[in-house]
């Protein structure tokens, strides 16, 4: 589990498709103290580390199985790009976000870019299937980051970024077009569930 605080942001250091996908993220993490097996959440999906190193930077590998790719935005991957990271909750951890998984149910669309004083309002358009699970003030993990939805009308939905958030992650690059690895809030899908049975 992750609380969507992105902690690092990491750099895309190799790719290798051999059966499955294969990444090397470069990282500003103390890769001594993460064990194989560990979960890193990377631009929001939940991986698991199979390697680590530290020459000549510290890294990590990760395996990317076609599923995943499927559902996500790392089939845009590639060498030099940077993506969040997060590592996986501990208990006793403060949660400055919400619970989020790192099993993304999709990509939102990036369809408008506008700045607001010193902060960047984005507007996204949600697949059809998804966007009935997005309310105003309600949560939404966007390539990682726990983000609160300002405004929905129909399938779009905005955010704002306050300069710390473009700053400590990928989101001051963000632009038009770009496609974005979507998680509904855990609760938002469990009340659908609940509304949906009675």
């Not at 473009?166 to 009340?191: C, P, Q, S």
Request: net charge negative; glycine share 12%; charged share 20%.
């Amino acid at each position: 589990m992750f609380t969507g605080i992105i902690t690092d942001q990491g750099t895309i250091l190799e790719l290798e498709q051999a059966g499955d996908l294969r990444a090397r993220i470069g990282t500003g993490y103390d890769v001594s103290g993460i064990d194989l097996g560990a979960s890193i959440a990377c631009d929001g999906v939940c991986l698991t580390v199979i390697d680590t190193g530290e020459t000549p930077q510290n890294w990590f590998d990760v395996q990317v199985s076609a599923e995943t790719i499927s559902k996500s935005n790392l089939d845009t991957w590639a060498v030099g790009r940077t993506v969040n990271l997060e590592r996986a909750l501990r208990v006793g951890d403060e949660l400055g976000g919400h619970i989020v998984s790192g099993h993304v149910d999709g990509q939102a669309m990036v369809v408008e870019v506008r700045d607001e004083g010193d902060s960047t309002r984005v507007t996204f358009e949600a697949p059809d299937h998804l966007a009935r699970f997005i309310a105003p003030k309600g949560s939404v993990a966007l390539n990682g980051t726990s983000l609160t939805v300002n405004e929905v009308e129909g399938n779009r939905f905005g955010v704002n970024f306050i300069p710390h958030t473009k700053t400590v992650t990928t989101w001051g690059r963000v632009a038009v077009g770009d496609a974005i690895n979507l998680e509904i809030d855990t609760l938002a899908r469990y009340v659908a569930r609940l509304a949906e049975a009675s």
